[in-house]
Each structure stands twice: as C-alpha cells, then as structure tokens.
C-alpha cells in the first residue's frame, strides 16, 4: 500500500554532513506520520526524529538534537533527515518509516509504523 525508498547515504568524515531522503508512494503522503530510525551493528533499532503530518511538530533522540532536522516536502512526497556535524557514533543503517495515521504529535515508538523502507547505510569516518 505505501512504498518507501531511501537514498543519500554513504561515507562522510567526521563533522561533515549528509542528507538523507525518503520519497514514499501513495497520495495521502500528507496526511502520514514520518519518521527516521537507525540501527547500528549489534544495536536495537532506535529513533532519530519523526514529524508529524503536516510537519508542524518534530521529535528529535537527545543524541541528534542541534545536529539533525527532519523535514517534508508534501508535494514531492518525501521526507528528509538533514545531518550535519557527524559524528562516528552515528555510523548506522538508516531507515524510514511511516504511518497512516495523523496524530497532531508524532509517534515515538517503532511498533507504530507500519511501513518501512530498505534502509540506507551512513557511516562516519574519525
């Protein structure tokens, strides 16, 4: 039902930047709940940032905050994860995720979103 593709990953230094993004089917994109994951070697999957429907209320994990902003442009259907000030420890797959719902905030918990992408590899060098 909802397709998501991942892309802008690869291999930067450290305190270099990245921007991922997640260009997802379905012409309710506006109307989802969005949100990055990543998931390093070994590691559970953790949140990063999510952003609501209408892109009017974000979360940011406290290892992200100042460094990373979510964003979505709901006329091209994509959601984006811009990362500067890489560090190594962010070295990770990460994926995007969506869910059909609007709540006015976005959730915070994996098992929420139905649909997941196939993930892009960011690694960070030192």
């Known amino acids: 039902q909802v397709q998501l593709v991942e892309s802008g990953g690869g291999l930067v230094q450290a305190g270099g930047s990245l921007r991922v993004s997640c260009a997802a089917s379905?012409?309710?994109?506006?109307?989802?709940?969005m949100a990055w994951f990543r998931q390093a070697p070994g590691k559970e999957r953790d949140l990063v940032a999510a952003i609501n429907w209408s892109g009017g209320s974000t979360y940011y994990a406290d290892s992200v905050k100042g460094r990373f902003t979510i964003s979505r442009d709901n006329a091209k259907n994509t959601v984006y994860l811009q990362m500067n000030g890489l560090k190594p420890e962010d070295t990770a797959v990460y994926y995007c995720?969506?869910?059909?719902?609007?709540?006015?905030?976005?959730?915070?918990?994996?098992?929420?979103?139905?649909?997941w992408g196939q993930g892009t590899q960011v690694t960070v060098s030192s």
């Open positions: 379905g012409r309710t994109f506006s109307r989802y709940n």
């Open positions: 995720a969506a869910s059909l719902n609007s709540p006015d905030r976005p959730y915070r918990t994996a098992s929420l979103y139905g649909y």
